[in-house]
Structure formats: C-alpha cells, structure tokens
C-alpha cells in the first residue's frame, strides 16, 4: 500500500508539470535577413560578402534547427534610411523574417532597431558603428555585435597621442548618423586628454572629390587630420591627401574605421605605417586563417573583413540561441543569447551587456611596409591588444534606458 501510494504521489507530481515543451517554430521555417550596403561605397567591406559569411554559417550549422529549415534572405539598403526601414518592414510583416543581421548604414541601423522592437524580432547589427544604438536607441531585442564609434575612437586617437604631436586636430566627416558618431566619439576621447579640436567640415556621403575639405584641414594648421568616414570615402580622402602632399608636409592621417579591403585599395607604398582600430584580422592565429580560407574560396580569394567575420559569429550564436530556446520567439532566444558567452574564431568568451553591446577585445593595427608584405593579403601587423572593459564606453556613460544606474 506504501509502494502504492508514492507512486500515485510521483505520478501526481510530475503530471503538473505536463509533457515536455514541443520545439516551436513560426511557418515551419527560421528565416534571417541581411541586410546591407550590396552595391554602394561599402558594399567591398559588408554586403556581398556577408551573405557569403551567412550562408556559410547555415551550412555548418547544418542547414536546419528544431527539425527546421533555415533560409537566408538579402537586400540592398541603398544607404538611405527609409529604403531599409521599408524592407525590414516587408520581411517582418510579408516574409515572417525572424531576425535581421548585417545593417551597414548607421541612420538605417537605428530606423530598423525600432521597427525591430516594435515588432518583437530580433536584430543584430554588425556592420554599422555608432554608440546610438546601444545609448538612447538600445532595445530588448538588439545587439550591437562587432565594433561601436567609440571603440575606434578611443583606440585610434589614444594609440597616435601615445606618440606624441597630436594636441591639435581636425575632422573631415561623413555627413551622416554613423560620421557625426565617430567625430562625436573621437572629440570625446582628445577633450579627456586636454587636446584641441580646431575644426571640422562635413563631407556627403560617397564624395568622389575631397580636395576643398582636405584643403580647409590643410589651412587649419591641425597636426592631425582625422578621417570620420569609412569605405570609398577614406580611399579617396587618403589618396588625395598625399596627391596635395599633406602628410610630407608634416600633417598626420588619421583613419578612424580602416579595414583590410581599403589598406587593399591603397597599396602598402601609401598606406603604410597608418595605424587603426579593428575587431578582426585574418592573419591573427590558426583559427583565423583556417575561417578566412575557407571564406575567401567562396568570395573570390578575398579574406573577410571584420563585418564580414563578424556576421558569421553573429548568425551560429543566433542559431545556437534558437536551438537551445526550443523556439524562434524573440524573448527566450534573447535571453539565450545574452546569458550565453561567445566563444569562436574571432572572439573569445565575450558577454553581452544588458544595453546590448557584445563585449569583445579590440586590436590596435598597423599597414605593415611593403618590405614586411609577404603574399597578395599580407597587409597588417597586430600592435596591441584593447580588452573590451577598455574599448568601450562604460555602463555609467550610456544613456540606453535599459541600464539600471
């Protein structure tokens, strides 16, 4: 009668708590959209290329999660916000997108985090760069995955002042949501160390022709001249910087986002010796040149950016966080990821802090001489190693509502 009675009792027991939760999926099928600059001036360091790195990430992840089918969509935001504000509108309403990566236009990354939080999906931005998104734009549903503005700012602008002849400086900015961002950032960083700020000009976004703006930082009589854009733009500006002979007259560049593909485009004999910020080079260790080859036979021998590694990570801890949530629902793959630490090729035990900000190391970079360069890809030299706690801006510092102070 004992025997009897415990097992009416256990079965009582575990009865309350029901069957085992069943995997849920909306439609049958996990969709992730990237979405990106595919045909503008940062189309070589994100667009193309992160659907490469995407897709890449489905397969080794198997192709499937829960039992179901994962398909990868992709779209050109045309740089503008409410291009992309529309079609992350359509893919969440129509295409029943589960989640957006990629957002390589800061003006759209912030139009589309809202509209994502509105909608209760997920984004993942790791393309674009300014601190907007983790400060009074933040959401319960984003995370900002591979570098911010500040974290270039700080790490630049610190690494030329350690050398010394960088007290006075002027801006040549990309005249939208992501330049404002890094000058913004930067001045931040010089005005902590009493340095000055002469001037800035504000240049279009895709300027073919910087010679006025070069000429104003040449007349401002600034030792540095700190170069707040990106892609296309800083080609340009570097390229006729030395056709005006700004630097062997005596003023520095500064280049506050330079990836591998524009150290590329300029070649070792002009870029050389420019030190910059980035999250990710593939020549770092065994890891890093096992993904970078395994990318650059399916994106035509061209090794990832930092954006473009980025985005890999970004969608395998999206997927882990599904499998492990046992759903495609926003909330609980949410909280997987943010409990989870990211551990891969390119980062290495990183946490997400609660304003959405991935905690990842930053590396301060080199072009390396041509003399140093020993194949076509062989362009940098890793200078030093930024923690995370010290590249980006602190907790105290963000003004993201999420963040209990």
């Known amino acids: 009668m004992k025997r009897g009675a415990i097992a009416t009792a256990l079965a009582v027991v ?3 708590f029901g069957p085992p939760a069943a995997a849920q999926v909306s439609d049958d099928v996990v969709r992730v959209g990237v979405l990106d600059d595919m045909s503008g001036p940062y189309a070589d360091l994100q667009g193309p290329g992160d659907v490469v790195a995407v897709k890449m990430a489905v397969e080794d992840f198997g192709g499937m999660v829960l039992g179901k089918k ?7 935001l045309q ?3 409410d291009v992309g504000a529309a079609i992350a509108r359509r893919w969440y309403d129509i295409d029943k997108v589960d989640a957006i990566l990629g957002l390589g236009n800061s003006a759209v990354a912030i139009a589309v985090q809202g509209i994502t939080r509105e909608k209760n999906k997920i984004n993942i931005t790791t393309s674009a760069g300014t601190t907007e998104l983790t400060g009074k734009a933040c959401s319960p549903n984003a995370i900002h995955w591979t570098y911010d503005t500040y974290a270039l700012a700080n790490g630049t602008a ?9 007290d006075r400086w002027f801006f040549i900015t990309a005249d939208y949501a992501f330049g404002h961002s890094l000058e913004r950032d930067a001045i931040g960083v010089l005005k902590k160390a009493g ?10 976004l895709n300027s073919p022709d910087f010679s006025s ?3 104003q930082a040449q007349a401002s009589k600034a030792q540095v001249i700190g170069l707040a854009n990106a892609g296309a733009d800083t080609i340009n500006a570097i390229k006729q910087a030395a056709e005006f002979g700004i630097v062997a007259s005596g003023q520095k560049l500064a280049g506050l986002l330079v990836l591998i593909t524009d150290i590329k485009a300029l070649g070792l004999q002009a870029a050389q010796g420019l030190q910059f910020t980035e999250a990710y080079y593939w020549d770092q260790n065994d890891e890093t040149r096992a993904f970078a080859k395994r990318f650059a036979e399916r994106h035509g021998g061209k090794p990832p950016t930092m954006f473009q590694a980025g985005i890999y990570g970004a969608a395998m801890h999206y997927l882990k966080a599904v ?13 997987v990821m943010r409990k989870t630490p990211v551990d891969d090729f390119m980062t290495k035990g990183a946490k997400i802090r609660e304003d959405g900000r991935l905690m990842r190391d930053m590396y301060l970079m080199e072009a390396k001489k041509p003399s140093e360069s020993k194949a076509p890809w062989d362009l940098m030299k890793v200078v ?12 105290a510092e963000t003004e993201c509502p999420l963040v209990k102070k």
């Open 14 to 16: 575990l009865a309350s």
């Open 70 to 76: 994962i398909e990868v969509l992709d779209a050109d």
């Open 79 to 81: 740089n503008k916000a």
């Open 158 to 166: 610190s690494a030329i002042m350690s050398r010394g002849g960088g």
């Open 195 to 204: 340095k000055e700020v002469v001037g800035a000009v504000r240049a279009p």
């Open 213 to 215: 703006y070069l000429l």
């Open 323 to 335: 499998r492990e949530a046992k759903t495609d629902e926003a909330g609980p793959v949410m909280e």
């Open 384 to 395: 030093a190693t930024i923690p995370g706690e010290q590249a980006y801006r602190s907790l």
